[in-house]
């Protein structure tokens, strides 16, 4: 018995010290190739010149704004890290130049582009080309290369095949560039990103949307769109490179020389981190889960009690029914208007009764301070403020007021006519003169009479405002077939194609113009060039919401003879 005892504790002895000699072994080669990484990553230091590494000294702040909504290219945690394909990339950049970017975090894309363009950041890591950003950075070679794909629930197998039918694309990517000069007649629905994309997809709100294959592998792995597949490639993918200011070409060279010492397996390592191709196994799929347990339990409730069941059952149909036609319209609703037009309806609610009692009591105070002049005009001032807050509430509820129309056929002309009837008073106190060149004989058209003389009388009252007395405004109106490109330059909600035939409308002023900065955020909600008290910057938000469910498009800009020039096009329907 004790020789049984001492084998078995001898044996349990070697077993031991044979999985300790195989633990110290991978031990020794995991560190041996830690230590060979190590190696490698700092003999992969990048030979600068010393008038480049002199730079570097000079320069110790190099600012770098990445798109913090960008998964899984690049995007903000939320406890503020940047994370992602591009994060990895600058991380190995600051690595091989031994530097380190300074951070700095942004709302959203078009925030970046603006502090880009107005050099209060330096570098974006992960930006595409295109001739318009070329006027403002210097590019790379690109670092970052993925597919261009479609993605529906239903099966397309090329971009042709989508003709005449609603692709989501997010605004200002380089998809929307791609897809409103694409020879296929799309109807693009610009979305303000991927993820809203998807959903207008996925509730078939829209039947496909168009973006890279990294973003939507993301999205759909997370929030578990069963529904969606990846059905096509496109023949352009999506390049993105480092964007240095252009005035900073030194820089520019640094990184250049920096993307090409990237090894072919470092790349890959990041890819392969960041992008997985393989498919989701079914029951991985949250969606998946919750729908097995929620048939089970349909199942033991269906055995417990089925007349109740049934009943429960239809009332829960109906009310999921209509709130999948909800979120559906919200969906649309959301991609129509920018974020302030999802709050402006409650903000104006919620103040317009606080406004009400202060009014009241300023009415009151005004008759039991007769006499006291200082406290008559704070009196006047508060009046001025509540009147001036009610005229912003006005047009709050004006910009996120449900968006129908009236449509009737209707002569654009007769339109013009009475909006100026309207404002006749006022241009003749301002000593201004109108001018009309309105064709005859044009066709009536399908129009909302009032939101349209919305539209014409805020204009009107514009041109006057700018030129404040003895000016000149000229109204004028025609069809016209747009024959070539230089047609569609002030098509800026690219509505129209080549060879459609539009009514065009012209309001022009001799007022002072617009500066380049305010033509680009004119359309803006709150954006205004009136001094203060004298604008709530949301007319020209409006008149474009108004224009843009007409199916038109509307555009500013200065004419060569001095003053604006506002151009309005919409589509003449047989």
Known sequence: MRNIKTEIV?????????????????????LFSLFVSVSHASSAKINLSPVEKQWLKEHPVIRLAPDPNFAPIEWFTLDGQFKGISADYVALIEQKLGIKFQVVHADNWSTVMDMARNRQVDLLAAAAT????????????PHINVAGVIISAKDFS?????????????VDYIWDDLLTYHKTDLRLVRVEDTLTGLELTSLSAVDAMVSDLATVTHLIRKEGFTNLAIVSHLDRNLELSFAVRND????????????????????EAITAKWIKLD????????????????????????????ITWNRMLNHQVIKRTQEL???QMQLIQAEKMKSIGRLAAGVAHEVKNPLAIIQMGSDFLSHEIKGNEVAGDVIKDIDDAVHRADSVIRGLLDFSRDEKLNRKPLNINKIIENSLHMVSHEMHQRSIEVKTYLADNLADIELDENKLQQVFINLFMNSAHAMHQNGEITVSTRFKILASQSDLVRDREHQFKIGETVLMIE???TGPG??????????????????VGEGTGLGLSVTRNIVNLHEGSIDICNRDDGGASVLMMFKQYN
Do not use: C, M
Not at 249 to 264: D, F, G, M, Q
């Open 10 to 30: 001898s044996s349990f002895l070697d077993r031991t010290q044979l999985i300790l000699s195989v633990t110290i072994f991978s031990l020794v080669s995991l």
């Open 158 to 170: 090329s971009i042709e095949e989508l003709t005449g039918r609603k692709v989501a694309v997010v």
């Open 514 to 531: 617009i500066s380049d900065e305010d033509r680009d955020k004119i359309f803006d909600p709150f954006y205004t060039t009136k001094p």
């Open 507 to 509: 309001v022009a002023d």
């Open 248 to 267: 900073w070409p030194e820089l520019h060279t640094i990184l250049e020389k920096a993307v090409a010492s990237l090894s072919v397996e470092e790349k």
């Open 130 to 141: 295109s001739p318009q950003r070329e006027k403002f950075f210097l590019f790379t070679a």
């Open 325 to 327: 036609k909800d979120a």
């Open 279 to 306: 498919k989701t196994e079914l029951w991985d799929n949250p969606r998946f889960r919750y729908s097995i347990l929620g048939g089970l339990l349909v199942v033991v409730v269906t055995f417990a009690g089925g």
